[in-house]
């Protein structure tokens, strides 16, 4: 995520700032662990991923693809679920959800947070415990709220009275009494983008503690038998290096528990503390390690509950980003470079790969940052600035705004972009009509598809014309009427 906001219009102490803002890299062809997963390196100068030479996975399954590091992403649901042990990590599938991935994740100790109909249809043919499922969203329809109810997810996260109204209703229809948790919005202003924040108090999420709609909620699930509440949620925003956010949060929704016992005689024991943990995408990204942030969380938690006199609750998070955005690469085939003189002297490359805002649309939304080096060879070249862009009808389609790439980057060479597992193909869309692309999952030299490649015939498959012949209504110009 960009430190700064970029001025609407180019200047030119934009683009000097711009250009000054990536350091040249000593070595291009470098790759950071921090950023890149734990098993991609470098092979006679090519990029290789669990073993797998990218020109190999691209002969395979072609370009853009996304490619997923199946030991990577399983050590870091292992090392959540053993730093949070003695409560639940739930995966995040928003950032990135297929069968495979919630089944592998599964099959390391961690629930799975849905927030649709549809993730939760995924998660469940993949074989996760319903009761491992936490149901979250603002606007759960009716049907999903049922389908919810019907297969026996284990937590549904409420978000407005009406909710808690449809809920309890369904539940005595159903005949089986959901367990749920409030969201409350414990009004932290988290250092992160404000279209990724979500503790403030003006937007859609959750019950406001400062205004008293979180205390007028919990009343309302106790006045309501037929669901079960069984405790309090902060989710405060996404991308969050500086972990004070979480622990102010922390503090609060322990205030509230605390309050909860006095106003209503009855101690809740769960808390979550929702998703949130930023990764590295470029240099200097520092993230923290999940065992210091549970140690610091749990701290506070036992301090602050022995002050209150109230029993330690158990402690759920619930992350995706840091789960899944470090352990998959995209990889690209440039099409066409176009130098393009700056101000101030300054050239800039434009390398269009073929994919772009439909398979990442995170820096076009967020001024999100990326990391990117040549994939299919090194090079001795010096190193040139340049903009990795998409090949969209938008200016505005670029996949990483600020990058020193090597000087010969040609057509047919491959570019690979760092730390895509989330966000990306989760939010990927057929922006100009563009198929998405397959997500390959890639372990000790194996190559597995597990999201196949979208085809023409898929995109087009939802459009069913119209019937040249048949009476379609018409507005009319002068009434402004339909007619059929
Ligand atoms: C309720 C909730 N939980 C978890 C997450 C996952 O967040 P992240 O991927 O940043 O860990 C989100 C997304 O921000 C969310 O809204
Ligand atoms: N989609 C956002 C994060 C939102 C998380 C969901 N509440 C991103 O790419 O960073």
């Known amino acids: 995520m960009s430190r700064s906001a970029h001025p609407a219009g180019p200047s030119h102490g934009h683009i000097l700032a711009d250009v000054e803002a990536v350091a040249v890299p000593e070595d291009l062809s470098s790759l950071n662990p921090r950023i890149w997963p734990i098993n991609a390196d470098r092979v006679n100068g090519e990029l290789v991923v669990a073993g797998i030479p990218a020109t190999r996975l691209v002969a395979e399954h072609g370009t853009p693809v996304f490619v997923l590091d199946t030991e990577d992403v399983r050590a870091r649901a292992r090392n959540y679920a053993a730093a949070f042990e003695g409560g639940d990590v739930f995966y995040a599938g928003k950032a990135f959800l297929s069968t495979a991935v919630a089944a592998l994740i599964a099959e390391e100790g961690l629930g799975i947070d849905v927030c649709s109909g549809g993730e939760l249809a995924i998660a469940l043919r993949a074989g996760v415990a319903p009761d491992r499922i936490a149901y979250h969203g603002n606007n759960k329809s009716t049907a999903e709220l049922r389908y919810a109810v019907q297969t026996g997810v284990g937590r549904i996260v409420v978000d407005s009275e009406l909710e808690i109204n449809r809920l309890a209703d369904l539940a005595a229809d159903e005949g089986v009494r959901p367990r749920v948790l409030v969201r409350v919005t414990v009004g932290v202003e988290a250092h992160t983008h404000e279209f990724i924040a979500t503790a403030h108090e003006d937007q859609k999420f959750g019950f406001s503690l400062a205004s008293g709609a979180a205390h007028a909620a919990v009343a309302h699930v106790l006045a309501r038998p037929e669901i079960e509440l069984v405790g309090l949620h902060s989710h405060i925003g996404s991308q969050i290096f500086d972990t004070a956010g979480f622990e102010v949060a922390a503090h609060r929704v322990v205030g509230l528990l605390a309050d909860i016992r006095t106003r209503h005689g009855i101690e809740l024991a769960e808390i979550d503390l929702g998703g949130g943990l930023g990764i590295a995408y470029v240099e200097g990204d520092d993230p923290q390690r999940p065992a210091d942030i549970a140690a610091r969380l749990r701290a506070i938690i036992e301090v602050e509950c022995g002050l209150a006199g109230i029993a330690t609750p158990r402690l759920s998070v619930e992350p995706g980003r ?60 010096g190193p040139q600035l340049s903009r990795v862009v998409g090949k969209h009808c938008e200016s505005g389609d670029i996949v990483v705004r600020n990058c020193w790439l090597p000087s010969d980057v040609q057509p047919g060479d491959l570019l690979a972009v760092a730390a895509t597992g989330a966000y990306c193909y989760a939010m990927a869309s057929n922006y100009n009509r563009i198929p998405r692309p397959p997500v390959v999952a890639a372990t000790d030299g194996q190559a597995q598809l597990i999201v196949r490649r979208e085809t023409l015939e898929q995109v087009m498959a939802t459009d069913v014309g119209w019937d040249a012949g048949s009476t379609a209504p018409v507005i009319s110009r002068a009434t402004g009427k339909v007619s059929a």
């Open 322 to 381: 840091a789960i899944i955005g470090p352990s998959m690469v995209t990889l690209y085939e440039v099409g066409t470079v176009k130098p393009i003189a700056l101000d101030g002297g300054v050239q800039r490359n434009y390398v269009s790969v073929d994919g772009g805002m439909s398979d990442n649309i995170r820096t076009a939304l967020y001024d999100a940052e990326y990391t990117v080096t040549l994939a299919n060879r090194s090079s001795t070249a």
